[in-house]
């Protein structure tokens, strides 16, 4: 008998779903050994208070295309899973008890930054575990690529393309935030797809009169309007060269919503423009996966059923050089996967005419 547990953590993407089919699909056509399935709720919160349900192959029969995950999910930050809950429960213990319970053989984790950093510690403290990579912001490092960040980039691409016409009948300038997180992948993907004028990431801080100056340069060339696609982190050159301490004093006071309108005043302020902005926010998370990701989550649950049958643990599935890897999971924990300043898409795209503001 072969017991497998899984959870999904941390923000949704698209894709969860076909991954967790493919490790099981993967794990039925491979083997005859019987197999039990425990679907934890609402990600690490249904490992620490057991809450799970009893899933078949039958469960992941028809969910290829279904967006969000069949099992929920919850954030639990990794800063806080080695306190004790309201109840003084040790959440840590909740889990490795719950998971020895059962007599589970191993448990798939499906998640991001935090949950992979949680699920490092499982393993260190003896759990056999298997992780796929997945999030909209493609952050996570030992991976070229994540789940549901292709989805994403074409749902931003999709904002950015209604904007431009819409931008273009009024002259104006616009702005559409990004999701992504402290990185700027999704942001300068779905800028160079949407054709931005200007694509402001958090790895290049800005300079506010860069941008004014390709605004004007835009206007005297005679195009009427300017379309600024803005991660979602994007940060000045001034804010970058503040302290934790300093920035954490500005934010008290700030009275912006988003990034994207205070940079938005400032244009307004310095070139006298009409500057609208527009963020998509969770829509970007929403929805069906694209045949990419569809295709992509399927690859890494196959592999990780490969794993599971070869009894061999500790490893996310990722993605390098156009080939399924795996990746120790000691190795992932924990790092960030920023974009170069020097990357060479950023070269490219500034040999196209596209401004960072740097
Ligand atoms: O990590 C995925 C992500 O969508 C980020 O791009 C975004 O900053 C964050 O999650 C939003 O989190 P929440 O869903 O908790 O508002």
């Not at 300068?188 to 800005?206: C, F, Q, R, T, V």
């Not at 190795?331 to 960030?336: T, Y």
Request: aromatic residues 8%; neutral net charge.
């Amino acid at each position: 008998m072969l017991r497998v547990g899984m959870l999904t953590s941390g923000g949704d993407c698209q894709a969860l779903n076909a991954a967790m089919r493919g490790v099981v699909k993967t794990l039925l056509n491979m083997s005859d050994e019987p197999l039990e399935i425990y679907g934890f709720l609402d990600g690490y919160q249904g490992l620490i208070y057991s809450r799970f349900k009893m899933l078949t192959g039958k469960d992941f029969s028809g969910i290829l295309t279904e967006g969000g995950t069949m099992l929920g999910t919850s954030r639990t930050p990794f800063k806080d899973i080695e306190k004790p809950d309201a109840n003084g429960l040790n959440k840590v213990d909740a889990m490795l008890q719950n998971y020895y319970k059962l007599q589970l053989d191993c448990l798939v984790i499906l998640g991001g930054n935090g949950t992979h950093k949680t699920a490092n510690l499982l393993r260190e403290k003896g759990l056999n575990i298997i992780t796929l990579p997945k999030t909209i912001d493609n952050d996570l490092w030992g991976t070229d690529m994540t789940f549901g960040f292709q989805s994403a980039v074409d749902i931003a691409t999709n904002a950015i393309d209604c904007i431009h016409t819409t931008a273009a009948s009024h002259g104006r300038v616009f702005i559409v935030e990004v999701m992504g997180h402290k990185v700027g992948w999704l942001t300068l993907n779905a800028g160079m797809a949407g054709g931005a004028d200007i694509i402001l990431l958090p790895e290049i801080p800005y300079d506010i009169n860069k941008i004014c100056k390709k605004i004007e340069e835009r206007d005297k060339n005679g195009s009427r309007f300017t379309i600024i696609a803005v991660a979602e982190g994007a940060i000045s050159k001034e804010d970058a060269k503040l302290s934790k301490k300093e920035m954490k004093k500005k934010m008290e006071n700030y009275p912006y919503p988003s990034v994207s309108y205070e940079v938005a005043a400032r244009i307004q302020e310095k070139t006298g423009r009409e500057v609208r902005v527009t963020v998509p926010g969770h829509v970007q998370r929403g929805g069906s996966p694209c045949p990419y990701d569809r295709v992509f989550a399927s690859r890494l649950g196959a592999e990780a059923g490969k794993l599971i049958l070869d009894r061999q643990f500790g490893f996310m599935v990722g993605y390098k050089d156009r080939e399924i890897v795996r990746v120790s999971l000691e190795d992932v924990a924990g790092k960030l996967k920023y974009l170069s300043p020097d990357a060479t898409i950023i070269q490219e795209a500034k040999m196209l005419g596209i401004s960072f503001g740097d």
